[in-house]
């Protein structure tokens, strides 16, 4: 047999591959699900437009509700990794684009809804959009999303080989900058935006601890309790700053269990993710034995 007929042809990254589909080709009930995930919130959004419940600005409404989509799915798209290495769970990694293009693609929905609720006028936008502080913080966030999007093609990482993961790094002032964009645009209550800040301060520390610490339990409680206690005094000391309110009262707040809070919720999330990669190191010890 001949060399001629024994080579195969070599594959060129593709521009686009089916998004329920493995890298190899195969159909995957995992990305199937994820991608109905991603969509779900925007026919959601249409349905709640379309029977009134966005209130007498359904415009203005549609516009908070997506950029509140584009932070979750960042975040998720952030706890990816960290998924992988606590659950031993490779395939997860199958969703890390998935989840990125959906939050620059709600980021792109949030910023033209905010020209629809503007009236589309196009020299007001763009004037706002680079002197008014927390819409220069969006405008940032969003050329750094379509520069990942436009990269994130398998033809784009194999054009930029090791590039590509120096720029896609952008993703951690990427994630700073849209949070900060959500806090400034929160004018009285921040709880809301202190929630995904919370989660966003667990995944960084727990990118920069060492190894074998992030993933033992008692390492990930002590993240979780690091991460909490700067969510609370963070909420304290936004008011602090930004309305002179007693800080202790904050605080006092957030430990109450009168009414549910943002470290509190934080706290629920990461108790959650503790017990599941418990229970799931028990499900590995009891396969082995």
């Known amino acids: 047999m001949t060399a001629a007929t024994t080579t195969r042809p070599r594959r ?3 521009i686009f591959a089916p998004p329920w589909r493995t890298p190899a080709g195969r159909f995957s009930w995992l990305k199937t699900v994820t991608l109905a995930l991603c969509v779900a919130p925007a026919p959601f959004i249409l349905w709640q437009w379309d ?7 359904p415009v203005h409404h549609a516009m908070l509700e997506t950029g509140f989509w584009a ?6 798209c952030l706890a990816v990794t960290p998924a992988r290495s606590l659950f031993d769970w490779p395939r997860v990694m199958m969703l890390r684009r998935m989840l990125g293009l959906t939050a620059a693609f709600y980021t792109f929905a949030h910023i033209i809804l905010y ?7 196009a020299g007001f ?3 706002q959009m680079v002197t008014v502080f927390y819409l220069i913080l ?3 966030a969003t050329i750094g999303f379509i520069a990942l999007s436009l990269t994130s093609t398998d033809a784009a990482i ?3 080989g090791r590039n590509w993961k120096s720029l896609h790094r952008l993703i951690y002032p990427i994630a700073a900058l849209s949070l900060w964009h959500f ?3 929160q004018k009285i209550d921040i709880g809301i935006a202190m929630v995904p800040a919370g989660l966003f301060v667990w995944l960084m520390l727990w990118r920069a601890t060492p190894h074998a610490f992030r993933r033992s339990l008692a390492g990930l409680i002590a993240l979780a309790v690091g991460a909490v206690a700067i969510t609370a005094f963070g909420e304290a000391g936004w008011y602090v700053l930004n309305s002179g309110i007693d800080p202790w009262r904050v605080l006092a707040a957030n430990l109450s269990t009168a009414r549910p809070t943002a470290a509190m919720f934080v706290a629920a999330d990461l108790a959650f993710l503790i017990v599941i990669v418990a229970a799931r190191r028990t499900q590995q010890r009891l396969a082995r034995s």
Do not use: M, Y
Request: hydrophobic letters at 50%.
């Open 115 to 121: 020209a629809a609720d503007e009236g589309f006028a």
């Open 12 to 14: 060129h990254p593709s």
């Open 138 to 140: 969006g405008t940032i």
């Open 71 to 76: 932070i979750r799915f960042l975040i998720l």
């Open 158 to 160: 194999a054009r930029l």
């Open 183 to 185: 806090f400034l645009t």
């Open 51 to 57: 029977t009134g419940d966005l209130g007498g600005r």
């Open 125 to 127: 936008v763009l004037g």
